[in-house]
């Protein structure tokens, strides 16, 4: 039996869009995956209300409501209590209490490696589901 694949989606909330190009850019270069990159928390809570990611890859510094907060607004819906999402940052220290007080444990250290984002992305959101197809018939 082969392993279904299914396009995993990822929505990338990055301020800073050079960076945020470049995340969905090299997500959307993984098979399996497509990246959406939005730069305002609005534009992010607009995008939700479209599309359940399969996963939210959150800048905490974004301006306005910085991204613990767009988490906590997020959790707030029931559709998208389930989805995972992994942070960057360049202050993790900073925020650490805020990230243990939700049990947020997946955080990724800026100025950070791409190679980690990809392994973290693969870990959170398998672009391999879990079932598996029924053999073929011929």
Same mark, same amino acid.
């Given at each position: ?8 989606v990822?929505i @990338?909330?990055?301020? *800073?869009?050079? &960076?945020g190009?470049?995340l /969905?850019?090299? &997500?959307?270069?993984?098979?399996? =995956? @497509? ?9 992010? #809570?607009?995008a939700?209300?479209e599309?359940?990611? *399969?996963?939210? !890859?959150?800048?905490?510094? #974004? $301006?306005?409501?910085?991204? &613990?907060? !767009? =988490?906590?607004?997020?959790?707030? *819906?029931?559709?998208? %209590?389930r989805? $995972?999402?992994m942070?960057e940052t360049?202050?993790?220290q900073? =925020?650490?209490?805020?990230?243990k007080?939700?049990?947020?444990? /997946?955080?990724?250290?800026? $100025?950070?490696? !791409?190679?980690?984002?990809? %392994? ?10 879990? /079932?598996?197809a $029924? /053999?073929?018939?011929?």
């Open positions: 039996m082969k392993p279904l694949r299914r396009t995993r990822v @990338v909330i990055e301020d *800073d869009r050079p &960076i190009e470049l /969905a850019s090299v &997500i959307n270069d993984e098979d399996g =995956y @497509v990246a959406i990159h939005v730069s305002r928390p609005s534009d992010a #809570l607009h939700l209300q599309v359940v990611p *399969d996963l939210l !890859l959150i800048d905490v510094g #974004l $301006p306005g409501m910085n991204g &613990i907060e !767009l =988490y906590d607004r997020i959790r707030q *819906d029931d559709r998208l %209590k989805v $995972p999402v942070f360049a202050w993790s900073e =925020y650490d209490r805020e990230f007080r939700r049990g947020i444990t /997946a955080v990724i250290q800026k $100025p950070f490696d !791409l190679r980690d984002i990809l %392994k973290r992305v693969h870990q959170l959101a398998p672009a391999f589901a879990p /079932a598996f $029924p /053999a073929r018939v011929n």
